[in-house]
């Protein structure tokens, strides 16, 4: 419109404009849209609640106000638009899919949770989100940080944008910050940031001209609000002895009784629908609730909000620290109000309700006005029940019990008689059953209509005749651990005497002394000569056994017992397991065979030796072949990078495997043949049980125990491990005698004692973390090289060996401490020169003459031995290194800094914590046997993970079980091979597994109540719970047939082709529910990418500009936007096909992944297909 017409419009009144007319107006003559957005772009953040200068509306306090200072909810558009009547309840399946569709929408392929712990700037335009994402790519690449967590490279580019944004720096002092920020060189220096990188930056910042609207101009983006809470770091301390509410959040309970959202009206204008909004709030939170308490799906019943009585059955340690942490996202900060609310509410501290009610709107606010009204309504039910479950000693309980009976309301004495009255409790666990019992019968009809779950009757009977009770379907997803091999059932952690702690700028150290170890008198090493003559060939080079090879020696070569070392890395347990294969040798060396002769039936034994990882698997290839080359004995290699056949299985007598591939040959039919002649079970560092790799173990030694039941032909299992504190549990799993064959040696047996440093960042800004850690790497190698001692660094990709060895050198020559490292006019200096002009790599030439070095398997085998001669020979004083030193190759220092505990795990899509056995290999190779007395291990992490490996390395971190995240997959291929028929079946081999063992130990992390294990003492019915959840998940996916009535479980085709080819069953779902026989090469990939196996696949920020690059690049279209999970599974695995070159780091990792699996998916497609006779599917698989 012109401005006359608008003007004349204007005249005839507001009633006549259109809602598209008002908008216009409004935009017009807003404050923001008159103002420079240049100006606006550079200027300082406003503080909160400072005036913007724009006209603000009374129509924005959303309602009439009754009264002031009281805080409404407008509730007038939730009426017209909500439905009338109850809310519908969403079904699991569809609430899965609309939260897997929102997150990916949202976040192209993050979670929200991912997507929540992003802090930072956050493009508020699209323009600006493209610039932020280009720019993330670009200081991402290889040339800048390259391999970094995504946060690094957020924080990295919050810190140039602020650089960019600072109106007192000009061009060319932009320029110089930047380079100096992200290279450490200056813009004239090689590897410095070149001018068109910088213009380059320059545009993007332009284009990103929201930034200083969230950040103030030159501020740090992530220093906002930050001054006012406690750091999220800093609040863990080290926490040698963590709470049970801390534990329990770090577990994943968040989950909040009362929307947080929600804010309640305090007048009773509102009153009624207050109470529809406060109830729905806090029926989610009981169905959240009930997931963790019960370990069952949601269930439909009433509830009266917050004017409910709560049972003391529902109310546990965490109840109230639940009730808050959605209101607090910091779960120290939730910990601490749970604590003070706790508090507010004792019933020894002679307050009344009113004065209680004061107390908390006080504390909480009235945002919480739904939980305090909760709170108070069963102020003695929570307060007693929660500090009854956190009582540590029997003279606490029995303060408690006192002060009930002493309540003058006589509430307490009620809820006394509850908390001891056993009807209660049934009462109210049968109150919750209903809901489920109604789903169960909409989901399984049989003939009379009503759900027929095994032994549902009083006297039903299951196929094998014995009586059943009545199965629970539970929540498997709820009850696995979160944390995985990152989980932490101990709630404290005690150091040694003399340990000690010092706070510094920006980290804190925690150092525990080296054990050392007093040798009795008496002690005596048994000497090679005195065993058997025929096994002396095998011992080249040696003398004696060592001390724990001594105390072992007779019962692994005398005996045949079941054996459990428990020893530190580099104790000789390789030795005690070649003591077990002799003895398994010489029981079939042929009968009348002469002292000094070999001669043995090859034909009759079989050995295996289950290694975790390809390259322990190759190097103890090596070192078998060798020893057992007199005996003319075969070692062979079986894991996923070589197939046997049938024949070189028959010929070989020792196979040295991983997990995976051992399971997957033994829970095939065809290989039983092999199976029966396999006599001894060697399982090396059998602490892998915690990993979420150990449900594999546990189903290998599960099945292996109940074969020798079946068969009685006796199988010796020995189990390696790093020492541990539940050393018991596993002996129990692997059905060792106690007083025979378990043996643990701690840390003084160790052959160098290891003095220990752990190091926690406090610092939240992951970007300025990461340079803090460089100059605590700087500083800690500056103290060994005093002493002339050699330090070996590990860090956690290929690019980042060279990036912290040229860090460490550029900061020596900034300090101009280089002759620390190589003293000027030596030898040593000469010969590295010279060495150096040799190097192939780049990176190595650049910092082998200062005395750095880097290796990495990326390296040519020639700068990798090269490398290992100068270290070895003493003229390298810093190896930066990744962790295939640590496997592969024998190097050891005096001392040794892992920097940084976080490396990217492709599996799970995300930068986890590295796994103990990677922590506990990499610690092993510090301390020089008969050069040290002592070695010095040091961990540098985050502030929060100090307590994870103080625990993990001072024998405080139990092993527990994963199973439960897995049980259908293991449960399924024991049905596909015969060894489960029926549900009875599948109970008695869940008591095999170390998940029994555990759930018996610890029931309160599996979510037993402490009364369901003295009613069962062996568990029965929870396994019955467990086995039936697992059977119906695998029916639904169409993998068995499961008779409810008579408890028969039955493979089919579906479920043989999942155990076979090591495929999860939720993928076989996707493949049954979408294959087609009509399917081309487009919808064939595309049914590949949404494998179960892919499930984690991300897309970041830094990716998408990649991945659509590629995308144009592959041969085959793909029809998703490349910010899909799905898509990018589709793009990379076309890309490894195609031979395309990819730049980052993660993606590089996830096409790794992609291509580990894409063999055996796409033959399990094939076999489908075959079964089913779609020939042109098949052809095309």
Same mark, same amino acid.
């Given at each position: 419109?012109?401005?006359?017409s ?17 908008e ?18 550079q ?29 409404l909810l ?7 638009s ?7 309840k969403?079904?699991?399946?569809s ?71 600072d ?8 320029h110089?910050?930047?380079? +100096?920020l ?68 770090k ?13 309640i ?49 529902e109310?546990?340690? %965490? ?13 120290d900060?939730?910990?601490?109000? #749970? +604590? ?9 501290? @002679? ?52 002060a ?22 049934q ?7 209903? @809901? ?27 196929a ?13 997803e709820?009850l696995?651990?979160?944390?995985g ?20 700028? @920006? ?28 096994? %002396? ?21 005398k ?72 005996y ?51 399982i090396?560092?059998? %602490?892998?049980l ?5 449900p ?19 199988i ?24 025979k ?11 160098v ?56 050198r550029d ?22 020169r ?49 962790a295939?030193? #640590? ?12 920097k ?7 599996a ?40 994870y ?18 049980l ?16 009875s079946e ?22 037993? #109540? ?14 019955? $719970?467990?086995? %039936?959840t697992a ?42 529910r ?49 910010a899909?999970p ?23 990792? $996830?096409?790794?992944?992609?291509? +580990? ?8 497609l ?7 006779g ?8």
């Open positions: 419109l012109s401005r006359s608008r003007l004349e419009r204007e005249s005839r009144g507001r009633s006549e404009f259109t809602m598209a007319e008002r216009d107006l409004q935009k017009q003559y807003a404050y923001n849209e008159m103002s420079s957005k240049v100006v606006q772009g200027r300082r953040g406003l503080r909160r609640g400072e005036p913007t200068g724009e006209v603000e509306s009374l129509r924005t306090l959303k309602g009439d106000m009754p009264r002031m200072g009281d805080r407008d509730h007038r558009q939730q009426k017209s909500a439905p009338s009547g109850p809310p519908k969403k079904s699991r399946r609430e899965n899919t609309e939260m897997k569709n929102k997150a990916s929408v949202s976040g192209g392929g993050q979670t929200i949770l991912e997507l929540g712990n992003l802090t930072g700037y956050q493009p508020s335009s699209e323009q600006a989100r493209l610039a932020f994402e280009s720019l993330l790519t670009q200081i991402g690449s290889k040339s800048l940080l390259g391999s970094q967590d995504t946060q690094v490279l957020r924080d990295a580019v919050g810190e140039v944008l602020s650089i960019l944004h109106q007192s720096l000009r061009d060319p002092e932009r110089e910050n930047i380079s +100096q992200l290279t450490g060189k200056g813009p004239r220096e090689v590897g410095g940031v070149s001018p068109d990188v910088f213009t380059n930056f320059v545009r993007l910042g332009n284009d990103m001209d929201d930034f200083g609207r969230q950040n103030g101009a030159g501020e740090d983006p992530n220093a906002a609000g930050d001054a006012d809470k406690l750091d999220d770091d800093m609040g863990v301390a080290v926490v040698f002895d963590e709470s049970d509410d801390e534990q329990d959040n577990e994943g309970n968040n989950d909040s009784d009362v929307d947080a959202d929600v804010v009206d305090a007048s009773s204008s509102s009153e009624d629908e207050g109470d529809v909004n406060d109830a729905e709030g806090v029926l989610a939170g009981e169905e959240e609730e009930e997931k963790m308490v019960q370990g069952m799906g949601s269930r439909k019943r009433n509830s009266r909000g917050a004017n409910r009585t709560l049972s003391v059955h109310i546990d340690a %965490h109840f109230l620290q639940r009730q808050l942490s959605g209101h607090y996202s910091d779960a900060q939730s910990a601490k109000m #749970a +604590q003070q609310v706790l508090d507010v509410i004792d019933i020894k501290n @002679g307050a009344d309700l009113p004065d209680c009610e004061n107390r908390l709107i006080i504390l909480l606010g009235l945002d919480l006005a739904g939980t305090i009204k909760l709170i108070l309504n069963n102020r003695v039910r929570v307060w007693a029940c929660v500090t009854l479950k956190r009582a540590q000693t029997e003279a606490e309980r029995q303060s408690v019990a006192e009930l009976e002493n309540e003058q309301s006589g509430d307490g004495a009620q809820v006394w008689k509850e908390l001891n009255s056993r009807d209660r409790a009462d109210w666990t049968r109150d919750r059953m209903k @809901g489920f019992a109604d789903d169960l019968k909409e989901a399984i009809k049989t003939d009379d209509g009503a759900p027929d779950v095994p032994g549902s009757g009083d006297s039903s009977k299951g094998d005749g014995q009586t059943q009770t009545k199965a629970n379907e539970l929540d498997l709820v696995a651990f979160k944390d091999g990152h989980t932490m059932s101990n709630k404290t952690c005690s150091l040694p005497d003399k340990s000690w702690r010092a706070m510094k700028k @920006g980290y804190e150290e925690v150092h525990v002394p080296a054990v050392r170890s007093i040798i009795p008198k008496d002690e005596k090493l048994i000497e090679i000569s005195s065993l058997p003559a025929w096994t %002396h060939g095998s011992f080249k080079g040696m003398d004696k056994l060592n001390r724990i090879q001594s105390k072992m020696c007779d019962v692994a070569l005996s045949s017992e079941n054996l459990l070392l428990c020893a530190p890395t580099g104790a000789g347990k390789t030795n005690v397991a070649w003591l077990t294969m002799l003895n398994i040798l010489g029981q079939f060396r042929k009968p009348n065979t002469p002292e000094g002769e070999l001669s043995f039936d090859l034909d009759a034994f079989k050995i295996i030796f289950v290694a975790p990882m390809k390259a322990l698997v190759q190097e103890q290839v090596k070192n078998f072949s060798k020893r057992f080359q007199q003319g004995v075969v070692v062979r290699e079986l894991s996923g990078d070589s197939s046997l056949t049938r024949q070189q299985i028959a010929e070989t007598q020792v196979l040295i495997t991983t997990p995976e591939k051992f399971d997957v040959v033994s829970r095939q039919g065809e290989g039983r043949a092999f199976t029966q002649l396999i006599k001894l079970v060697i090396d560092e059998i %602490h892998l915690h990993d979420e790799r150990g594999v173990l546990e189903s290998i030694v599960a099945r292996t125990i109940r074969q020798v039941e079946a068969t009685a032909e006796p010796r299992l020995v189990g390696l491990s790093a020492t541990l504190p539940n050393y018991a549990d596993v002996a129990a799993l692997l059905r060792v005698n106690p007083e064959g378990l043996f643990f040696f701690d840390h003084s047996y160790r052959p004692p290891l003095q220990m440093q752990y190091i926690g960042t406090t610092e939240k800004n992951a970007f300025r973390r990461l340079q803090l850690q460089n100059s605590i790497c700087y500083e800690k190698a500056m103290e060994q090289r005093k002493n002339d001692n050699q330090i070996l660094i590990f860090v956690h990709s290929r690019i980042e060996t060279g990036k912290t060895a040229k860090a460490l900061i020596a020559a900034e300090k101009s401490e280089l002759n620390r490292f190589v003293r000027d006019g030596s030898a040593t200096q000469e010969i590295l010279e060495e150096a002009a040799a190097a192939k790599n780049a990176d190595l030439k650049d910092v082998l003459p200062y005395g750095f070095a880097i290796h990495h398997a990326g390296l040519a085998r020639e700068d990798r031995e090269l490398v290992e001669d100068l270290f070895a020979d003493r003229h390298i004083g810093v190896l930066c290194t990744t295939t030193l #640590a496997w592969g190759v024998n190097l050891p220092a005096h001392a040794v800094i892992i940084g505990t976080q490396i990217y795990d492709p799970k899509g995300r930068w986890a914590e590295l796994s103990p056995l990677d922590v506990l290999q990499m610690l092993g190779r510090a301390g020089r046997p008969q050069y040290d007395s002592e070695g010095e291990g040091i961990i540098l992490t985050q502030h929060s993970e100090l307590q490996y103080l625990s993990l390395t001072n024998l405080q971190l139990p092993v527990e079980s994963q199973l439960i995240k897995s259908q997959d293991h449960m399924n291929a024991e049905i596909a091979l015969g060894s489960i028929q029926t549900i599948a109970i008695d081999w869940l008591g095999y597994t170390f998940l029994f063992i555990r759930m018996l130990r610890n029931p309160s992390s599996y979510g037993i #109540a402490e009364s369901s294990l003295r009613d069962d003492p062996r568990l029965k019915k929870r396994r019955l $719970d467990l086995v %039936h059977a119906s998940m695998l029916e639904k996916s169409n993998l068995i047939h499961y008779d409810r009535r008579s408890g028969a479980l039955q493979s089919t085709p579906l479920g043989r082709v999942a155990s076979q080819f090591y495929i999860n069953s939720s993928s076989m779902t996707v493949y049954n979408h294959m087609r026989p009509s399917m081309a090469d487009i919808d064939l990939l595309k049914l590949f990418s949404l494998s179960g196996e892919f499930s984690h696949i991300t897309v970041r920020e830094e990716e998408k500009l990649e991945l659509s690059k590629l995308a144009g690049r592959v041969p085959i279209p793909v029809k998703e936007n490349p899909e799905s898509a990018k599974v589709n793009i990379l695995l076309q890309a490894y096909i195609s031979r395309l070159k990819l730049e980052g780091f993660a993606l590089v990792a $996830d096409m790794a992944f992609i291509k +580990q699996s894409a063999a055996r998916i796409m033959r399990a094939f076999e489908i297909a075959l079964r089913r779609w020939a042109s599917l098949a052809k095309l698989c």
